[in-house]
């Protein structure tokens, strides 16, 4: 990394701290009053007006002072508490204040009472930090200010830094009016307008460039940080209405986040694909080989629900992109819908429903029937199918099962050796299967046959399970008695018209795909999914990736982390660690994790490294993709 001889002035308030100390004062001195909220406010008001220049700094100042009714003793409360404020991204990035403790900096409006104590521990010191002084009374309390200070003046942050006649290219980061107008009167080169607290339109508006963080101004001025690249370069575009806590996890985390309500077709996804770095999606989006071929940037796809078929895993393998699902957040939303759905239907509680709401009154007891005592049968014994076998033996129903995989029946449950088997015997069959493609019309004509007269089919699992057309002769002959389909052959990419042979039919519950959409299961989700998703972004882990070997890595410090996927061929190890002792590197750790196919290994590294190690890593025949963690 090249060394500049720059400057760097930085603001205090919302830049290098979460806040702005003076409203956190005021939290702190107007506790128990009964008016706090309300001068709290004001305050807060009178501190924006001052920070976008809409009052002069000194009418700002003093008017909060007022307000404030702070005093001496109060300080060191609010030191302690700012020390907990500071910004996420300063925090991380202690390296940089040591290496450039010289050049660094800060001008504020604020005071030095608070400031130089929390700056200290960042190793800038009292002489590097310029800002406004307190006046107290002799009982301690603060009255006043310095009105000397240049920085209690308006504009006094130009005053302030043209009186230090720095050298070198200066660069001002801050969040607020105060920070750019030096950059506009040419004492400062350039003005980075700092996010990472507040997005104040006018500081943005005037800036050289928008930092979202301290990484990001660290990246564009090519100086050591605690991460390669900064988060906010990281863009992530998630479809098909996931839930909004899933933007709020990520962004919260620094990432740039898109959301789309829709899916979207495989033309306008490869469209939108490009530059984005993890793609999210639900059960609809098709990730196929040319939407991956179109991905120049894409590390990991999120599946926010538990089918993972409409994703080419292997392609996405193959292009070192790791694919994370949702194996559990909704598995009980879909066994409540199922328990309903038999109630329902054994009930005839849909036809009853339908006749009264077109005005006919039909009281009646035929075709409508207990569940205690009936057979269910459960195809698929998986984690859906395994926990509706406990529920519906709770509610009195007696449980078959088939799966082709051994099983161990949980309760009563009952093993069926064959699907006849289970067909044969069952009052209701429901359909539990996972979305491998291999399972296309896995219920057909021949099978709805081997049911019992009247029995009822449900499908919760997915639509190319089912033969709808058989489907649909079965129920019309009255061989079945009823059915309740969440899941279609063709779905809509958004809500809208849909058709399907079975609308119309009686005691036929139709949903739309909302086996999994309850709120708390997408809640679940967006929780668990960009948990993952982080993890491997930030880490490099890939535990429950549904693609990739999965490795747990231990959490570094200190230290930079390469990662490395390639094809699974053999020497490809022994080559990297050669680049690796060419360069003169060492090792404090190194992880490898393999399938048949492919090759994960993680290096870490306790030490600076020359930067032409990456271009000769990536060089290495059978490299899928590279990339350096910190
Ligand atoms: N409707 C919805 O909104 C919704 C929500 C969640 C899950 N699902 C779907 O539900 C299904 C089950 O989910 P899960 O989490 O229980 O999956 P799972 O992988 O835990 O269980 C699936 C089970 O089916 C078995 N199986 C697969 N093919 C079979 C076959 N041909 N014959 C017999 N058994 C077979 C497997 O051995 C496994 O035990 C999946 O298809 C999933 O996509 C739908
Ligand atoms: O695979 C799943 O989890 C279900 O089919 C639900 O999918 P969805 O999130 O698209 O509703």
Known sequence: MTEVARKYVFDFDSTLTRVEALDVLAEMTLQGKPNREEIIGEIQRITNLGIDGDISFTESLEQRIKLLEAHKDDLDGLVEELRHKISKSIESNKEFFEKFSDDIYVISCGFKEFIDPIVKEYNIPSERVFANTFEFDEQGNIIGFDEKNVLATHNGKIECLKNLDLKGEVQVIGDGYSDYVMREAGIADKFFAYTENVHREKAAE?????????DEFLFVNDLPRNISYPKNRIKILLLENVHPAAFHNLSEDGFSVELVKTSLSEEELIERIKGVHVLGIRSKTQVTQKV???????LVVGAFCIGTTQIDLNYCKSKGVVVF?????????????????IIMLMRSVFPRSTEIHGGQWNKTASNSREVRGKNLGIVGYGNIGKQLSVLAEAIGMRV???????????????RCETLENLLNISDVVTLHIDD??????????????????????INLSRGFVVDIDALSAALESGKLAGAAVDVYPEEPRANGEFHSKLQGLPNVILTPHVGGSTEEAQRNIADFVPNKIMDYINSGNTVDAVNFPNIRLPKQTNAHRFLHIHKNVPGIMAKINKVLAEYELNINGQYLSTD?????????????YNKEVIKAL?????????????
Not at 325 to 336: G, I
Not at 400 to 414: R, S, T
Not at 618 to 630: A, D, G, P, Q, S
């Open 206 to 214: 005037h800036a050289d460039h928008v930092t979202p963080n301290l």
């Open 292 to 298: 991956m071929d179109a991905a120049d940037k894409l």
């Open 325 to 341: 699902n949702a194996p559990y957040s909704n598995t009980r939303s879909v066994v409540e819908l199922a328990i309903g759905e």
């Open 400 to 414: 078959y099962y088939y799966d082709i995989d051994d099983k161990l029946a949980l309760g009563n449950a009952v």
């Open 436 to 457: 491998n493609k291999a399972n296309k019309d896995f219920i057909g004509e021949r099978e709805l046959n081997q049911m019992k007269d009247g029995a009822m089919l």
């Open 596 to 608: 048949s196919e492919l090759g994960y290994v993680i290096t870490d590294l306790d030490k600076e």
């Open 618 to 630: 990536r060089k290495i025949e059978n490299t899928i993709k590279f990339r350096v963690l910190y």
